[in-house]
């Protein structure tokens, strides 16, 4: 059976858009797919999260389910809700429910044949030290923009759009044929309801002209990889004066040269010398609030040891929180040794004892117990 829309979201039947749109945002971002790889049921939770915040953020679909349950979207119960929709037939409530979701259809237009803008992407690549302090991006985009001549109607200045002949302004034709009543978008108008007689010079009767703009986009510290950020009505501007799309932009954080980053936590591989892995030491490493922190390595440290640098990570996004950076040291072996280096390190070698290398000698007695085994 079907889930509740309302317990999908996890809110009551009388929460207003404002909670609808604070739920969805947090299960959205909890439930993503790209958060659980290996969840193969996630993009299935998502789906259903989507669909439950589509219809009840639409008051006229929100209406329907609260008065006829997921039957008012299925095939039994598409006549009894399409009571509560404009339009007279099949074709009509299924354009008026699902005519947000298809990207076009009749709730994609407005009075006087207006079209909505179509909804614009922007690819945008930032290094992490800005994803970690924030920034404010001045960007251009090349965008269709209400013309200016004719106000965004069309029709030349000083004329007005009439009413389509063919359709009588409703920007549909019926055709009958047998039992069967087809309706489709007019031929003559392509749906808008007017037509242009004398159409306007600057930007051929379309109502928008191509441009580019400048536009400043606020980035958020903390902001993750392959975010996307919205620019409510800064798309394309609709055709015959309608609203405009919203524009897109989509995130992407260049890889860093030291830093790997993890969530809210950063990664960073340090070589050191054999002999500060044996002595023990201290170096300093660069982090990107713009300080140095001394790391001190114990003696005796083994190879990919990690140190934790509290507070040293990235912050959180909207939030007072800051992650860790890890410290992972890599021991490099010496090369290029010198006669002398070589001769102390020999000496080294014939006075160590099997407490110098307890792991080494660990091993590999183990594996001789391991392979006599096999002779018993």
Known sequence: MKA???ETLGVHKGADEKELKAAFR???MDCHPDRHPDDHTAEQRFKAINEAYDTLKDPQKRAAYDRFGHAAFENGGMGQAGAGFAGG???DIFEDIFGDMMGGGRRQRSSGGRERGAD???NMEITLEEAYSGKTAQIRVPSSIQCTECAGSGAKPGTQPVTCATCQGSGRVRASQGFFSIERTC?????RGQTIKDPCGKCGGQGRVVEERALSVNIPAGIEDGTRIRLSNEGEAGARGGPSGDLYIFLAVKPHEFFQRDGADLYCKVPISMTTAALGGTFEVATLDGTQTKVKIPEGTQNAKQFRLKGKGMPVLRQANI???YIQVAVETPQNLTKKQRELLEEFDRISSTEN???STGFFARMKDFFESFGE
């Open 4 to 6: 509740d829309f309302y």
């Open 26 to 28: 947090k299960l959205a």
């Open 89 to 91: 037939g099949f074709a």
């Open 120 to 122: 614009l992407r922007y």
């Open 187 to 191: 031929p003559t108008c392509q749906g």
């Open 323 to 325: 992650g860790d950076l």
């Open 357 to 359: 290398s307890p792991q």
